[in-house]
């Protein structure tokens, strides 16, 4: 069960597909897969849905498949026997919560109120579907939801958009969004294939929006000499980093400095590059499982933490950016 919750913490963003024609189902398998998300959701509101499910878990078992809009138990057991990874609905009913917690599947409730969401907890389901989300406060319920029920993950669905998304992504108690809105038409998926690709590619991304702050170097010499090395490139491939060249972050946001005073690496490191990104958790989660060996630190003073990786010489510094300005970030 818990490999499916940290698949979905790790992507963030959970497209919501309804499949009301089969033939187009192998094209959304490629598509997600090639954008490079992890997990997908399809709705039971359709006839087609469950063999939609059982077409992506036969010919894409990299993807984690979950089935939505499950109303009763009938439906989870069918969405199971077509393959589904885990279950979601717009709300719960006590019968599913106790199929699911008898079986240990993963299921994530849909919830709107202090009551249903004591009432999930109750039945061990801390991973919370917040829906209609928009409809229904957005982050201003979301946070006031949060500070009673802190040990809940939300995931707000219903009216999130590109344009909302990044606000919704960096507070603490979202655990990862899900929305229909990174789901192109069967229509323009089979027009404009690569067009939607790079676009979808670009949403994912800005899950984590990971964004090269600052670069600093003992020498000039020692930049260009340790771009080459081994290891520095899956860092920034990670990170989503290879739009802009890393030269071109030196030049405009590079600088020459005398020592890393905050280092404890001394003598050996000669360059450190300070980096943002949405939530740390989340960064730590998707470098953990690229086997990345990070530390976290807590900065002294400022109370919070940053993320530590340590690879050719250099120091990469990951801290967390709200509303443009960067913070390290309280855990
Ligand atoms: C769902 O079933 O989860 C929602 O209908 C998705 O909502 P959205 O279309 O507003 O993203």
């Known amino acids: 069960m818990q490999e499916v919750f940290e698949c979905i913490f790790r992507n963030g963003l959970i497209p919501v597909l309804t499949v009301s024609d089969l033939t187009g189902i192998e094209t959304y398998g490629r598509f997600f897969s090639l954008a490079g998300f992890g997990c997908l959701e399809v709705t039971l509101r359709t006839r087609e849905a469950a063999q939609a499910i059982r077409i992506l878990k036969n010919n894409f078992p990299g993807l984690t498949v979950g089935a939505g809009t499950v109303l009763n138990v009938d439906e989870g057991k069918k969405a199971l026997d077509a393959g589904s990874d885990f279950l979601v609905s717009p709300g719960f009913t006590v019968g599913v919560l106790e199929f699911c917690s008898r079986n240990s599947i993963p299921y994530i409730p849909g919830v709107q109120t202090p009551v249903e969401i004591q009432t999930a907890l109750e039945y061990g389901f801390n991973v919370l579907k917040f829906f209609p989300c928009e409809a229904a406060g957005g982050i201003r319920t979301l946070k006031a939801l949060g500070a009673p029920f802190h040990s809940v993950g939300f995931i707000p669905t219903g009216g999130i958009n590109k344009e909302n998304m990044k606000n919704y992504l960096a507070l603490d108690q979202v655990f990862a969004l899900g929305g229909s809105f990174v789901v192109p038409s069967g229509t323009e998926i089979v027009e404009n294939f690569g067009e939607n690709l790079l676009e979808a590619g670009s949403l994912r991304k800005a899950v984590n929006s990971f964004f090269i702050e600052q670069v600093k170097v003992m020498g000039e010499d020692f930049f260009y000499n340790s771009m080459a090395e ?21 030049r405009s946001r590079g600088c020459i400095s005398s020592g890393f005073s905050n280092s404890e690496k001394g003598g050996d490191v000669k360059g450190e590059v300070i980096l943002s990104c949405l939530n740390l958790e989340r960064a730590g989660a998707v470098l953990k499982k690229e086997g990345f060996d990070f530390s976290r630190k807590k900065e002294s003073g400022s109370g919070g933490f940053y993320l530590e990786i340590i690879c050719s010489g250099w120091v990469f510094r990951i801290i967390r950016k709200i509303n443009g300005d960067c913070h390290y970030q309280k855990v």
Do not use: A, N, Q, V
């Not at 081994?230 to 030196?250: A, Q």
């Open 230 to 250: 081994s290891g520095f490139g899956k860092i920034m491939k990670i990170l989503d980093l290879e739009k802009e060249s890393f030269e071109e972050c030196f």
